[in-house]
């Protein structure tokens, strides 16, 4: 696996980190969501300039969790 691939899925798994069923289910809009978690990642360059990777991962989590409700 290359180097970016791997910083990159590195990065995911930080997102993922500050994901839990609990903080998904207590969000009102996916927005909420997107704002907690940002505020619970700790590395900065994530929060600074990967705010699409964050959002692509809130919304597949968000996603995986309601569609189970519909």
């Keep these: ?10 990065m995911e ?3 993922l980190d500050c994901i839990t069923e609990a903080v998904v289910s207590e969000c009102d809009h996916v927005t909420e ?3 907690k978690v940002t505020d619970a ?6 929060k600074e300039h990967q705010s699409d990777l ?3 991962v ?3 989590q968000w ?3 309601w ?4």
């Design 33 to 35: 969501l997107y704002k």
């Design 58 to 60: 809130c919304d597949e």
């Design 1 to 10: 696996m290359g180097k970016v691939k791997a910083w990159k899925m590195d």
């Design 63 to 65: 996603n995986e969790y």
């Design 13 to 15: 798994e930080t997102i």
């Design 54 to 56: 964050i959002e692509a």
């Design 41 to 46: 990642i700790t590395d900065t360059y994530i």
């Design 67 to 70: 569609g189970n409700y519909l």
